[in-house]
């Protein structure tokens, strides 16, 4: 046990300074020590850290493939030798698995089978964080009122309407911080009850009661919260943030293209009009085809800047307003053509070649010179 908790240890600690090769290969020395010595109960209570280490690395479709190969191995051994300690914690990381994955029967599945272990166990730390994935799961389907901390975040949610009102710095940060841990990213209460509930103390001074929720929350907290308040923030303050993280979970973004959208959007609501996002679709049309009609006389270095800021789906991005629904079960949102809106949606965790072929789909709508 000694072994076990001072690798765990090792391997957060490698994991959080960004040494993901060595946190990988500190989790998969520790597990060769043990099978080296045929320790069966070491080798199963190692399973859980080299799955967190393989799901750490940056090539996340290899490393997920071989972490739920480890956790189907792992729960083959723990059903052998009666480990429930580390059965239930395998089946907390499968199912935060498929929960990134957008697989959301499996994920129940998971979540559900570790509950009722950690609960037998009285562990009731563990029981709580797998209650959070099953909360996810409710809320991701618009049934918020099954997740199993519903009570408890509705009354949350009551508390800080009250702090926000008295303008109750501790009161709120205390509440918020326990509503945000609820759930993976969604706690179990809609926009729309949300709205409710904080509705007649937001009517009294919007723009006071946004400035207290930033300086009171954590930035990202912060950031979700007021969304769902559709409070007036300004588009850069959460909706690049949005555009990143999902452009990130797609695997379709790198630095300089968010700073793309970060350059060109000046805009100072994420909902556009039609109208007016069709116009700017055409005038950003037109400077790209005009660019690439004087491609062929560029160096290097000016087709490479071209490249970076010319990106249709970052123009698209800016001028159109995709807007991401943090309530669906994955990536949603809209594209404005000549005063068309046309839909899309990415479910889970978008593969490479997924997210290229739905910009592919995207960059279809664009006038014949843009293409």
């Given at each position: 046990?000694?072994?076990?908790?001072a690798t765990s240890s090792l391997v957060k600690a490698q994991s959080r300074s960004d040494d993901l090769l060595e946190a990988l290969s500190s989790a998969q020395d520790g597990l060769a020590w043990f099978q080296s010595r045929s320790d069966a109960r070491g080798e199963a209570a190692m399973s859980p850290i080299l799955v967190m280490a393989h799901l750490c690395q940056e090539d996340r479709n290899?490393?997920?493939?071989?972490?739920?190969?480890?956790?189907?191995d792992g729960l083959s051994l723990c059903s052998k030798l009666g480990c429930r300690?580390?059965?239930?914690?395998?089946?907390?990381?499968a199912s935060e698995i498929s929960l990134k994955e957008g697989l959301l029967d499996d994920t129940l599945e998971k979540a559900q089978r570790a509950v009722i272990i950690f609960r037998d166990l009285?562990?009731?730390?563990?029981?709580?964080?797998?209650?959070?994935?099953l909360g996810e799961v409710y809320t991701r389907r618009r049934q918020p009122e099954l997740a199993p901390h519903r009570r408890e975040a509705l009354e949350l949610a009551h508390t800080m309407a009250r702090a926000l009102d008295l303008r109750d710095s501790p009161g709120f940060y205390e509440a918020a911080e326990r509503f945000g841990a609820l759930g993976v990213s969604l706690p179990p209460v809609s926009k729309k009850e949300q709205m409710e509930i904080f509705g007649p103390v937001l009517k009294?001074?919007?723009?006071?009661?946004?400035?207290?929720?930033?300086t009171n929350v954590p930035q990202e907290s912060s950031s979700l919260l007021l969304q769902s308040l559709n409070m007036g923030v300004t588009f850069a303050d959460v909706d690049k943030k949005a555009f990143y993280q999902h452009y990130r979970a797609?695997?379709?973004?790198?630095?300089?293209?968010?700073?793309?959208?970060?350059?060109?959007?000046?805009?100072?609501?994420?909902?556009?009009?039609?109208?007016s996002a069709a116009a700017a679709v055409r005038e950003a049309d037109a400077k790209v085809a005009k660019l690439r009609e004087e491609l062929d006389q560029q160096g290097e270095e000016e087709?490479?800047?071209?490249?970076?800021?010319?990106?249709?789906?970052?123009?698209?991005?800016?001028?159109?307003?995709?807007?991401?629904?943090?309530?669906?079960g994955g990536s949603e949102g809209y594209v404005a053509i000549d005063g068309v809106a046309r839909h899309f949606e990415v479910k889970g965790?978008?593969?490479k070649e997924k997210a290229d072929s739905l910009w592919a789909e995207i960059e279809g709508c664009l006038p014949a010179q843009a293409a």
């Amino acid at each position: 046990q000694g072994l076990v908790a001072a690798t765990s240890s090792l391997v957060k600690a490698q994991s959080r300074s960004d040494d993901l090769l060595e946190a990988l290969s500190s989790a998969q020395d520790g597990l060769a020590w043990f099978q080296s010595r045929s320790d069966a109960r070491g080798e199963a209570a190692m399973s859980p850290i080299l799955v967190m280490a393989h799901l750490c690395q940056e090539d996340r479709n290899t490393h997920v493939s071989q972490a739920l190969k480890v956790i189907d191995d792992g729960l083959s051994l723990c059903s052998k030798l009666g480990c429930r300690h580390t059965e239930a914690e395998l089946y907390l990381k499968a199912s935060e698995i498929s929960l990134k994955e957008g697989l959301l029967d499996d994920t129940l599945e998971k979540a559900q089978r570790a509950v009722i272990i950690f609960r037998d166990l009285e562990d009731w730390r563990g029981e709580e964080t797998a209650n959070a994935v099953l909360g996810e799961v409710y809320t991701r389907r618009r049934q918020p009122e099954l997740a199993p901390h519903r009570r408890e975040a509705l009354e949350l949610a009551h508390t800080m309407a009250r702090a926000l009102d008295l303008r109750d710095s501790p009161g709120f940060y205390e509440a918020a911080e326990r509503f945000g841990a609820l759930g993976v990213s969604l706690p179990p209460v809609s926009k729309k009850e949300q709205m409710e509930i904080f509705g007649p103390v937001l009517k009294k001074d919007p723009d006071g009661a946004a400035a207290f929720i930033q300086t009171n929350v954590p930035q990202e907290s912060s950031s979700l919260l007021l969304q769902s308040l559709n409070m007036g923030v300004t588009f850069a303050d959460v909706d690049k943030k949005a555009f990143y993280q999902h452009y990130r979970a797609g695997g379709i973004a790198y630095g300089p293209r968010f700073r793309c959208v970060d350059y060109v959007t000046g805009r100072q609501t994420s909902v556009p009009d039609l109208q007016s996002a069709a116009a700017a679709v055409r005038e950003a049309d037109a400077k790209v085809a005009k660019l690439r009609e004087e491609l062929d006389q560029q160096g290097e270095e000016e087709r490479t800047q071209l490249e970076v800021a010319g990106s249709l789906y970052e123009i698209y991005a800016a001028a159109t307003g995709i807007r991401f629904d943090a309530d669906a079960g994955g990536s949603e949102g809209y594209v404005a053509i000549d005063g068309v809106a046309r839909h899309f949606e990415v479910k889970g965790q978008c593969p490479k070649e997924k997210a290229d072929s739905l910009w592919a789909e995207i960059e279809g709508c664009l006038p014949a010179q843009a293409a």
